[in-house]
């Protein structure tokens, strides 16, 4: 199996050198790649296919922050086919085009830890044949949000608690399009509180939704702080 390396930059020298190399190239971020190696050896499962670990290890230095640089090992496991397993075994232009294409996922793959990517979800919101919430939704799925939710807001007060409940669940959903995360996981809390006794599936699913609130709160605060640091950069 091949095996790739760069050599060391870390020494005493190391900060000077990258601050001559935010100077040349003016960079914000300056990314090394320290270690790149695939395991010697494939392993195969029963499944048919053929597993090795690629083990890499990265430096990343900001733009006035050359004394603390970040280090990122990269462990990831590549998958093969039979097929190509045997042009892997004969060593030829084939195994190498295989390895640079694994090379470039890996390279990839850690490009999306760097840079901020948005990836599609799912979301789940509850139907109900009460006519407002019928209108409601119809606005929903139309991306329609702020006329969803006024219709949602006013059922929440609905005296059937199955639809209050909904109602606020599905308010929950309105505000995390519009970016309200505190007032999202504030509509959970309500639903949950509505349905107090024998549904705890609901309960799951209030709980479920204010946990991938909190990380994606917690997410974009991360994200808004990077960028205000990037100007604050570029500014000086």
């Not at 190509?84 to 390279?107: D, E, H, T, V, W």
Request: hydrophobic share 35%; proline share 2%.
């Amino acid at each position: 199996m091949p095996q790739f390396g760069t050599e060391n930059l870390h020494s005493e020298k190391t900060g000077v050198f990258h601050v001559r190399l935010f100077k040349s190239t003016k960079a914000d971020a300056l990314v090394f790649l320290d270690l790149f190696q695939f395991e010697n050896g494939l392993s195969s499962y029963f499944d048919g296919t053929f597993r090795t670990r690629a083990v890499l290890s990265w430096t990343i230095t900001f733009r006035g922050n050359t004394s603390s640089p970040t280090i990122y090992n990269q462990i990831d496991t590549l998958f093969f086919s039979k097929s190509q397993f045997k042009y892997i075994q004969q060593k030829n232009q084939q195994s190498q085009k295989i390895y640079r294409n694994a090379s470039k996922f890996l390279g990839k793959s850690f490009g999306t830890k760097l840079i901020p990517s948005w990836v599609p979800v799912d979301r789940m919101y509850y139907h109900s044949k009460n006519p407002e919430m019928i209108h409601a939704e119809k606005f929903a799925k139309n991306h329609v949000w702020l006329k969803a939710g006024e219709i949602w807001n006013k059922q929440t007060k609905n005296k059937n608690q199955k639809i209050a409940a909904k109602a606020c669940y599905n308010m929950a959903l309105a505000c995390e399009m519009e970016g309200k995360y505190d007032l999202a996981i504030y509509w959970l809390t309500e639903s949950n509180n509505i349905l107090t006794k024998n549904n705890f599936q609901h309960r799951a699913y209030c709980q479920q939704y204010i946990r991938i609130l909190t990380l994606r709160k917690d997410e974009i605060e991360m994200l808004e702080k990077l960028m205000r640091n990037k100007e604050k950069l570029s500014n000086s």
